[in-house]
């Protein structure tokens, strides 16, 4: 139980380009799902979280124009990172969980996105 | 704000050999979890403690919480090469203010087991 998936797996593409990544609770209702990055070699960053039919809280230095999340259902959230640049170039990966914030139960990561722009 | 500090950052062992990551909280915490994320993997949850001083067991793994809830450790006993990946710590703070609700990460421990 408790699986999260996480699409599109890889993607390259061009600077000024706009891309979706989708994150979903396959066999459970999450009600608090977080957008990580990962850089090489590096632990993950928590870069916004999301609560069901909200806005997300995004962390301190993470532009919320930049990073769009959408999380419109208790099994969907969605990030876009608009106008992306190579900067931006990163892994970036999804968690779910049941509960609130100040909920204890476990985070269930998606698989991760490779995103390389050009 | 909180910080969560792993160390080390890599361990090479012999198969067989004993294996421990340290990770220390620069706040108190209310729970600790660990993951294992394995290479090219998504990090997968291992355990939580919540208790100040608990000690828990998954066959060839123990894991402490510190008396004061500001360290942790994972101990893996006679490593096998299936326990190759990537150790992460992950502490929720302990006090009322905006970090009491995050999860942060330690850096992780990347464990190499040479056959």
């Known amino acids: 139980g408790a699986v999260v998936s996480q699409h599109p797996s890889r993607v390259i593409c061009k600077s000024g380009t706009s891309v979706k990544i989708e994150c979903r609770s396959l066999d459970f209702q999450a009600t608090t799902m977080f957008w990580y990055r990962q850089f090489p070699k590096q632990s993950l960053m928590l870069m916004a979280t999301?609560?069901?039919?909200?806005?997300?809280?995004?962390e301190q230095g993470v532009e919320k124009d930049k990073f769009l999340i959408n999380h419109a259902s208790l099994t969907l959230s969605t990030l876009t990172v608009t106008s992306a640049h190579p900067e931006d170039s990163s892994f970036y990966i999804c968690?779910?969980?049941?509960?609130?914030?100040?909920?204890?139960?476990?985070?269930?990561f998606g698989d991760g996105t490779r995103l390389s722009i050009l | 704000g909180q910080q969560v500090m792993q160390i080390p950052q890599y361990q090479h062992v012999q198969e067989g050999e004993d294996f421990t990551t340290y990770c220390n909280s620069s706040?108190?915490?209310?729970?600790i979890q660990w993951y294992k994320q394995r290479p090219g993997g998504h990090p997968v949850f291992l355990i939580q403690l919540v208790k100040s001083g608990e000690v828990k067991k998954q066959k060839r793994l123990t894991f402490q919480f510190g008396e004061a809830k500001k360290n942790s450790s994972l101990h893996i006993t006679a490593t096998q090469t299936t326990d190759v990946g990537t150790y992460f710590c992950a502490g929720k703070g302990g006090d009322s203010g905006a970090g009491s609700y995050q999860l942060t990460f330690g850096k992780g421990t990347k464990l190499s087991v040479i056959p």
């Open positions: 999301s609560n069901e039919g909200s806005k997300a809280t995004y």
């Open positions: 706040t108190t915490l209310s729970n």
């Open positions: 968690s779910a969980r049941v509960g609130t914030v100040l909920s204890n139960q476990p985070q269930h």
